[in-house]
């Protein structure tokens, strides 16, 4: 049996609930954590108790998800979201549910809930609760659908990207039927929501096997988002290498999906899923970096970090790191270590300076530039009389 016990303060929210007259269980990722011996992120419960109900026996709680019976308690500093036994209805959209139904039974909520391994109940008192067969499916570790998989992919066409998220993630193969399933079912992922795509996505990507995205574009889920599909995961498998940061991983897949002719234009692909702007921007400037020969003298560097910026640069070197030869963020660093200036907010001249000169309008920009270029190639010179000199010097 699994060594990972629940807290006490989730045993107590078990318990307390039980003692109200109501069925109450640990169930989903929590359940299927503690089989394979991991710690959960989150204990979820699910329970006969209404919401209305729930928080009748916590004060200190309120309806997170009402429409799906959630319920969060808090508990000593503590939050348990407690989940109503509900099935769901119908899904006319492949999204959501046409309506959903609070049940007084458990096995009717462990049926509308994704993966064998995620439809398992656990009660306070250790007993499993298995309808589906889940924890031998964890032990083989297989990923399969609860029910026909067809029918539960056309419900909820994310859930074709969940199974290869939770593959990636647990080291799990996808059972033969269910696989197939997902072949047929592809094109259903055009109705989601690119931002439920991306989180799947993006959780994939933070994995230990990003690699596992091969079989998203492989199975035709990204259809929608790539021009063609890709033809090689090989490389791929080098995004492992690199820290599990967002704008590391997001540009890696970026530059891959470029070189493969999967997109013209990294900036589109992440508006498309949604990405925030910040990783936008980071992604489409390392991107711009890796596209030419990295920078392999400490003035082309500079020259890098004055039109891209500290971050872009970065991520560009740790993304050609793995993707291409080491050693790159290793120079970059001692670039930035040396202090040596590469913008013009470390010129030790200012626009105002030149104003004061007689420089006017334009005049001022380019002769900003003009020193800032002069600085790059000669470091030592970054002196306010020695550039304010030259530049009178210049002046047309
Ligand atoms: P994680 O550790 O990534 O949070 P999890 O299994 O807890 O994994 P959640 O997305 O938090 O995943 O969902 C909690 C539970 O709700 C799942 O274990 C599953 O039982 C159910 N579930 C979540 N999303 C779906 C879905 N789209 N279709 C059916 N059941 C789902
Ligand atoms: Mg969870």
Redesign the pocket.
């Known amino acids: 049996m699994a060594q990972i016990v629940p807290p006490k303060y989730v045993r107590q929210v078990l318990m307390r609930l039980q003692a109200h007259g109501f069925p109450a269980y640990l169930?989903?990722?929590?359940v299927?954590?503690t089989l394979m011996n991991t710690h959960?992120?989150?204990w979820?419960i699910c329970t006969a108790a209404t919401p209305e109900q729930i928080t009748g026996v916590f004060p200190h709680s309120r309806p997170t998800g009402i429409r799906h019976g959630t319920v969060t308690v808090s508990i000593h500093s503590h939050a348990v979201e407690v989940t109503t036994f509900r099935a769901d209805g119908s899904y006319s959209d492949h999204r959501h549910p046409d309506q959903v139904r609070f049940v007084g039974d458990l096995t009717a909520d462990l049926a509308?809930?994704?993966f064998t391994m995620?439809?398992i109940a656990l009660s306070a008192e250790g007993i499993l609760i298995d309808p589906f067969g889940g924890a031998a499916d964890i032990q083989k570790r297989v990923i399969r659908c609860v029910g026909e998989p067809r029918e539960r992919f056309e419900e909820?066409a994310?859930?074709m990207l969940?199974c290869l998220r939770f593959s990636a993630r647990l080291g799990f193969s996808v059972d033969g039927a269910t696989l197939a399933a997902i072949g047929e079912c592809a094109p259903l992922t055009a109705t989601l929501a690119a931002e439920r795509v991306r989180d799947e996505l993006q959780k994939t990507l933070l994995t230990a096997s990003p690699e596992a995205l091969f079989l998203f574009s492989d199975l035709g889920l990204l259809d929608s988002y790539l021009d063609k599909r890709m033809q090689e995961q090989l490389s791929l498998c080098r995004i492992a290498g690199l820290p599990r940061r967002t704008p590391e991983r997001w540009a890696a897949l970026c530059r891959l999906l470029e070189q493969q002719g999967c997109i013209s234009s990294t900036e589109r692909f992440l508006s498309a899923l949604r990405l925030d702007h910040r990783t936008i921007r980071i992604c489409r400037e390392a991107c711009r970096i890796l596209r030419e020969p990295l920078p392999e003298s400490p003035k082309a560097w500079k020259q890098c970090l004055r039109i891209s910026g500290v971050e872009s640069a970065a991520v560009a070197a740790r993304v050609a790191d793995v993707l291409l030869s080491g050693g790159h963020t290793r120079a970059l660093k001692e670039v930035l270590k040396s202090g040596e200036c590469f913008s013009l907010s470390h010129l030790a001249v200012t626009g105002n300076d030149l104003s004061a000169l007689g420089f006017q309008g334009r005049a001022v920009g380019e002769m900003l530039d003009f020193l800032l270029d002069y600085v790059i190639e000669y470091p030592e010179n970054n002196k306010r009389e020695l550039l304010l000199l030259l530049a009178g010097t210049t002046e047309e």
């Open positions: 169930v989903g990722g929590c299927r954590d959960p992120n989150d979820d509308r809930r994704d995620n439809a909820d994310l859930r969940r």
